[in-house]
């Protein structure tokens, strides 16, 4: 079993609709949880980051963390087009030093 | 703005050839990381270097081999390229191993084509 488990998809919405992108994880010391969004034939970059449990808001993006689900969640409002991409959560312990990587989860937002 | 760069996006080479991957980063950051992403498989540290001359294994180091001989820049070496190794290729840097010092800096990629 991964250490990190998320759904690769393609997850297609219409435009306009919340997004809901997910992630599992086994390891209950991971502290530090971010999504990364990659556009096609670019490399990722951080989109949300968050430390331990809770949400964090920014602008039309919410992640989400549940330690007791051991559950990592990234919601998106309003979608827009220019959302598609893959998006990947990553995830480290306060004591390991390399990032634990979900296998991604395409995005395709239909105008 | 933390600028990491790959040396080529596109390369296609024979099986056999030794390939040569170059990465260089501008923000003094002292690790550095080598993936292959493969859809469905998401990406898998090959080899990482946290500091000049050291290196260390990631999960899938067969194959492959590293050299950072200055703090800038890390290569990744295919020995004798085989089919098996076709992906994309990603480097990446990070100022820390702590929290947000651990955030990922990622070149553009190499589609990296092995006949």
């Known amino acids: 079993q991964k250490e990190v488990e998320q759904d690769p998809g393609p997850l297609s919405v219409p435009e306009g609709a919340i997004v809901s992108l997910n992630c599992t994880y086994s390891n209950s010391a991971f502290q530090y949880f971010m999504w990364y969004r990659q556009y096609s034939r670019k490399g990722p970059e951080l989109l949300m980051y968050?430390?331990s449990s809770g949400n964090k808001e920014d602008g039309r993006f919410t992640a989400q963390v549940d330690k007791s689900s051991k559950y990592i969640s990234l919601f998106i409002r309003d979608s827009q087009p220019s959302d598609s991409a893959t998006y990947l959560c990553a995830m480290i312990t306060d004591s390991n030093y390399q990032l634990i990587w979900g296998a991604g989860t395409k995005l395709i937002i239909k105008p | 703005d933390v600028k990491v760069t790959q040396s080529s996006r596109y390369l296609v080479k024979r099986t056999g050839e030794k390939v040569f991957l170059e990465c260089v980063q501008d923000?003094?950051?002292?690790?550095m990381f080598w993936y292959r992403q493969d859809p469905g498989l998401g990406l898998r540290l090959i080899y990482f270097s946290y500091d000049v001359k050291m290196k260390e294994k990631g999960d899938i180091p067969e194959g492959y081999s590293v050299s950072r001989e200055k703090k800038e820049r890390f290569s990744l070496i295919l020995e004798s390229a085989s089919t098996n190794q076709t992906s994309m290729y990603l480097c990446?840097?990070?100022?820390?191993?702590?929290?947000?010092?651990?955030?990922?800096?990622f070149g553009q990629g190499t589609r990296l084509t092995v006949v």
């Open positions: 923000m003094d950051h002292e690790n």
């Open positions: 990446a840097s990070s100022l820390g191993f702590s929290g947000l010092d651990t955030e990922a800096f």
């Open positions: 968050t430390y």
